[in-house]
């Protein structure tokens, strides 16, 4: 959070007022790399905000590392300076959440099975951030609000400790950290 309560938002901000399209509909133009000559122009219908490469520099809908991904819509956008600034803010985010999810995982495992029913009327906190978990390893959450995840990730290993005296790993940075990471 940032502020009192407020949530940063990153993906749909004033930043990106074309929102999905930004990102996912990019056109770039790819030049044969011994001549300089246009070779294919990408029109972003594969709807891939990073799409993977080819040798040529085609854009391909196969997987791939992330290393031959163009991150070039991020830049393009204007809301990462360069494409090598959005990939390592992507592997921060990345790095940041698997620490967070492992220790949620962990800790939501040590809940007495007792606090998730589905029958008994109430909504317990073990409950609550098994949802936020599965909500964080929804595809694209935490490329599209990375600070929203966090947030939700935090809260929920803070209010477990609070409500069962379970707590996380003191390595574990429960503050607010990724804008700090990402920019």
């Not at 938002?9 to 790399?33: I, K, M, Q």
């Not at 400790?161 to 707590?167: C, K, L, V, W």
């Amino acid at each position: 959070t940032s502020g009192t309560d407020t949530i940063v938002a990153t993906h749909g901000s004033e930043r990106n007022p074309s929102l999905c399209a930004t990102c996912h509909v990019s056109r770039f133009a790819v030049n044969d790399p011994a001549t300089g000559s246009f070779v294919f122009q990408a029109t972003g219908h594969l709807f891939n905000a990073i799409p993977c490469l080819d040798a040529k520099g085609l854009p391909t809908t196969g997987d791939c590392a992330i290393s031959q991904r163009t991150f070039a819509a991020c830049a393009g956008s204007g809301c990462h300076g360069s494409g090598d600034v959005a990939r390592s803010a992507m592997l921060a985010v990345e790095g940041r959440f698997s620490l967070l999810d492992s220790t949620l995982t962990h800790m939501i495992a040590k809940i007495p099975g007792t606090e998730f029913s589905d029958t008994d009327g109430r909504y317990t906190t073990g409950e609550g951030a098994k949802f936020n978990l599965s909500l964080s390893r929804a595809p694209g959450a935490y490329v599209h609000n990375p600070f929203l995840i966090e947030a939700l990730m935090t809260a929920s290993i803070k209010q477990i400790t609070s409500d069962y005296g379970i707590s996380a790993s003191d390595k574990v940075n429960l503050n607010t950290i990724l804008p700090t990471l990402v920019h």
